[in-house]
């Protein structure tokens, strides 16, 4: 598709480039940048498909040498089992150093209080936070997307962060041209978020060009499963299903990876990249508004932890 | 609406190109409508959404849904019911890929279109039909002529309320024409629509049969996405140095960074500045992949065949083709900060991967874009004014001119107390300084 019979082929011939080239090629050049001018970065990675993506742009933008960045992984105590399988052979694999932020220690700790519905996910910021303080991390990468959602789409590629992670939409530093300032005073730092300008889609596309394996719950399969505020929630001892919900099993699959508490599953026959993409592009919901609890809170509910040093 | 036909499959899954546009503009102009038009005739807002915007809307006590709240992301925007940042918004056709920075048009978010359209490769500029050319119009005609943005759409709105009239269309389309031209806009596209009524933005209007051209949608889906292409010099400032000194690879030592203009070939002298050192390229990574020509926007590694002194911030050039370095920038500038930049200020001045430290010598005028009046001397430089600067550079940069390149053309400052980004520069003449201000004793002779 990159000839239309009525393009005019001046400039698009043949020094053009693929949208999935563009994107990588952007994703790689922000990649440099922060290991040119960052003391210890860090890859926020969940074994979701988008941090994977992201892991997998870093691989390529250091090669032949292995990436100059660690791995924090924010466990909230209610993963997948897949996915924390996947994380572990991933690190493995390619000799990387993870940092695990443990949620579960907080709550033992009595520092966090498990909330009433038993989602985790806002507990994820204090442990997010205290690790980057310790480990003393500069600039963290998140898989974030401006198609995700709303206030996300007005998160700049460098978002400065205070000592305390927020963010203040109102003080953020203009980003012109391809010149991103990572100027920050010790204590506070960057949230790099080289995958802004990706779409889900595009996640996928990419995906499958590049052959890129995923955990096995982004793809169809029979799973135990109980609804709750409209959807399909894997049963487990994390806290459901409660009295009055009903578990059966159904042909499922998980659009995005999350705290197993708030994401929800999807009904798909989809078992391949092909079959996912084709559903995916003839979706008529937003991957957060499908499977995400947490952002049916409030229409500003992203906005609101963002500002306290959610991802 | 939620089938897809085996042909859209086919095309949804083949890769398409990449196109990077502004939209500009007011709410009164019809901005929010034509966006939102865009976005739900392409099918590229969902039902959620959607859903939330009615729920929203009638919250407000509106009657209809307010398209606006799809791009209002922030809390205070929403409240105040004004856009203030920069929203980048997302959509595709089964031809091309579209990132939409869709800014504020009022002259206090001047700021936000610079930054908006310093990325752009097209900008659409709206006007209400039945106002014409007006202060506003000139001021967006003025941003993108600064931004060299290199295709510019007058999309001339409200062309219902004013009886779908050939020659309204025109006299301001040949006003605008006339005006944008002589600032130096390469490219305009002149396009009767109404985004209420939906003529010309996606489909073509059955109500405007003398307009043979394209609806604003074919015309996004055919433009050349232009790039600072093989005929322009060709730059890589060096982002980073790849050494992996593993057994399988004990020598590798290649230079990484991101094309910034034009193309490079194995074979081809090179000059790396500001050292002047010269060598060839040996070889082109193409992450991970051997090349043997790479063009921009490609992220490469480039090996050279002599073992020579480089490092994040040099710029490697065509021997044959390489710019001055010089210590003494003067630039067309845009001001981004909330505080003044002053004559005497000590910044930070970042250039492709280079930041040194710089200091204001002069700040020689300051341009009211509306109508392009310029004001000697202003002393200083406030939030979203145009003017023009002298700086004095730490180190000898090789800058271009931004007509020549906008991405070794241009130039951020900082503040190097608490890092916030002040300035947007770009390097040499612009119809910012019609008449040269001549210092006779700091004239170096520019040499472009």
């Known amino acids: 598709m990159t000839t239309v019979a009525s393009v005019s082929s001046e400039t698009d011939s043949p020094y053009s480039l693929s949208h999935l080239d563009a994107l990588e090629s952007e994703a790689v050049h922000i990649f440099r940048e922060v290991a040119g001018e960052f003391e210890r970065p860090v890859i926020l990675f969940s074994g979701g498909k988008d941090s994977i ?39 493995d694999k390619h000799g990387l150093r993870l940092h695990v932020a443990s949620v579960q220690d907080y709550i033992d700790r009595g520092v966090l209080k498990e909330r009433p519905d038993g989602t985790r996910n806002p507990l994820q910021t204090v442990p997010l936070t205290e690790k980057i303080q310790d480990e003393k991390f500069d600039a963290v990468f998140g898989g974030g997307r401006r198609d995700e ?47 802004s300008n990706w779409t889900e889609l595009d996640v996928w596309q990419y995906i499958a060009r590049e052959d890129i394996e995923l955990p096995q719950i982004y793809f169809a399969h029979q799973r135990e499963v109980f ?19 009903n578990v059966e099993k159904r042909l ?13 599953a999807v009904d798909s026959d989809a078992t391949t990249l092909d079959a996912v993409i084709a559903e995916i592009a003839a979706s008529r919901l937003t991957e957060r508004g499908a499977t995400r609890a947490d952002d049916k809170l409030s229409e500003a509910a992203m906005e609101d932890r963002k500002r306290e040093g959610y991802f | 609406m939620s089938t897809i036909t085996t042909g859209e499959l086919t095309e949804v899954l083949s890769e398409t190109t990449l196109l990077r546009f502004a939209t500009a503009g007011s709410v009164d102009d019809g901005k929010s409508t034509l966006v939102g038009r865009l976005l739900h005739d392409s099918k590229s807002v969902l039902v959620d959404q959607l859903e939330a915007v009615e729920r929203a809307s009638a919250s407000r006590g509106q009657d209809a849904p307010d398209l606006a709240l799809l791009t209002d992301g922030l809390r205070a925007e929403r409240e105040q019911g004004i856009t203030i940042d920069v929203a980048y918004r997302y959509f595709a056709t089964p031809r091309r890929r579209f990132i939409l920075a869709d800014t504020p048009g009022h002259v206090q978010y001047t700021r936000n279109m610079v930054t908006g359209a310093s990325t752009a490769e097209l900008t659409v500029i709206l006007v209400d039909a039945r106002n014409g050319v007006v202060e506003q119009t000139r001021r967006h005609a003025a941003i993108a002529a600064l931004l060299r943005v290199p295709h510019v759409v007058l999309a001339v709105n409200k062309m219902d309320l004013v009886g779908y009239e050939e020659q309204v269309f025109a006299k301001i389309a040949e006003e605008f024409t006339a005006y944008a031209s002589e600032l130096g806009v390469p490219e305009i596209t002149a396009i009767p629509i109404s985004a209420l009524a939906g003529d010309n933005v996606v489909e073509p209007s059955a109500n405007m049969d003398w307009y043979g051209g394209p609806t604003v949608l074919e015309h996004l889906e055919t433009v050349p996405a232009s790039h600072d292409m093989a005929h322009c010099h060709a730059r890589l400032p060096v982002q980073y140095v790849i050494r992996p000194q593993t057994a399988d690879h004990p020598d590798y030592r290649g230079y990484a960074g991101q094309i910034a203009a034009g193309t490079f070939r194995v074979g081809d002298p090179v000059t790396v500045l500001p050292s002047g050192r010269a060598t060839k390229v040996a070889g082109i990574d193409l992450l991970g992949k051997p090349v043997d020509e790479a063009w921009t926007p490609q992220s490469v590694t480039l090996l050279l065949e002599d073992d020579i002194d480089i490092s994040r911030g040099d710029l490697i050039v065509p021997s044959k083709d390489a710019p001055a370095t010089t210590q003494d920038i003067e630039a067309t500038v845009c001001h981004v900060a909330d505080a003044p930049l002053t004559v005497g200020h000590r910044v930070l001045l970042k250039h492709g991967t280079r930041t040194v ?76 300084s019609p008449e040269p201000v001549k210092d006779e004793a700091e004239d170096d002779g520019w040499d472009f």
Not at chain 1, 60 to 73: D, E, G, N, Q, V
Request: hydrophobic letters at 40%; a neutral charge; proline letters at 7%.
């Open chain 2, 357 to 432: 430290k710089a200091i204001v010598k002069d700040i020689p005028s300051r341009l009211t874009l509306d109508d392009l009046s310029l004001h000697p001397h202003p002393g200083q430089l406030v939030a979203n004014d145009i003017g023009r600067v002298k700086i004095r550079t730490a180190e000898a940069l090789p800058v271009d001119s931004y007509a020549d390149s906008r991405r070794t053309g241009s130039f951020i400052l900082i503040d190097p107390n608490d890092g916030t980004t002040l300035t947007a520069g770009m390097v040499g003449e612009s119809f910012a």
């Open chain 1, 149 to 195: 959602e709303k206030a996300r789409a007005k998160e700049r590629v460098f978002s400065l962060r205070d000592e305390f992670s927020q963010w203040d939409p109102r003080r953020q530093r203009p980003e012109l041209w391809q010149l991103y300032n990572g100027r920050h005073a010790p204590g506070e730092h960057v949230r790099v978020f080289p995958l």
């Open chain 1, 252 to 264: 499922i699959r998980y659009r995005t990876v999350g705290d197993m508490s708030c994401t929800g």
């Open chain 1, 53 to 91: 993506v992201m892991l997998h742009l870093a691989l390529k933008a250091f090669a032949p040498a292995a990436i100059p960045f660690s791995l924090l992984h924010v466990d909230t105590g209610h993963n997948f089992p897949e996915v924390i399988e996947y994380r572990d052979r991933t690190v």
């Open chain 1, 227 to 245: 609804q709750r505020a409209g959807m399909w929630l894997t049963a487990g001892d994390w806290g459901g299903p409660k009295d009055g919900e």
